[in-house]
């Protein structure tokens, strides 16, 4: 019953691993739109219909772009915290393992004692029915 509450736990840590690993690619991913948004806002440009008609354009343009930066943003805080979550439940998945290897241990370390403790008592048995047979 141990072995299998380890293994369920060994399982849920591998599977929590894999869920923030896929958390910090997307940070990664959403870090790096957030790069291009932010170089091609500093790089944007119109076409020539106007002085007046060309900044509004650019205007609105940047709006849109720093508008959709702050949703990145705060897509990627989510996920940041939704990993600082993740880094905490790992830590008491990893616990509850170590606390059933150890549980494991010493059941292994209880069985050997009894197997040795039966083999001496079979010995012992044996050593006296040879001597009571000479």
């Given at each position: 019953m141990i072995k299998k509450l380890l293994n369920l736990?060994?399982?849920?840590?591998?599977?929590?691993i894999l869920e923030r690993t896929k958390m910090q690619n997307r940070v990664e991913e959403l870090e790096a739109e957030i790069m291009l948004t932010q170089h091609q806002m500093a790089t944007t440009s119109v076409n020539k219909h106007g002085a007046i008609s060309d900044f509004a354009i650019l205007q609105i343009h940047k709006n849109t772009m720093k508008a959709h930066i702050v949703k990145l943003n705060v897509i990627k805080n989510r996920l940041?915290?939704?990993?600082d979550?993740?880094?905490?439940?790992?830590?008491?998945l990893l616990k509850e393992s170590e606390q059933f290897s150890y549980l494991v241990q010493e059941q292994k370390k209880?069985?050997?004692?009894e197997l040795l403790k039966r083999e001496e008592e079979a010995t012992a048995e044996y050593m006296q029915s040879k001597y009571v047979a000479s």
């Open positions: 736990k060994k399982m849920q840590t591998d599977q929590k940041i915290q939704k990993i979550k993740a880094n905490e439940e790992l830590k008491e209880i069985e050997l004692k």
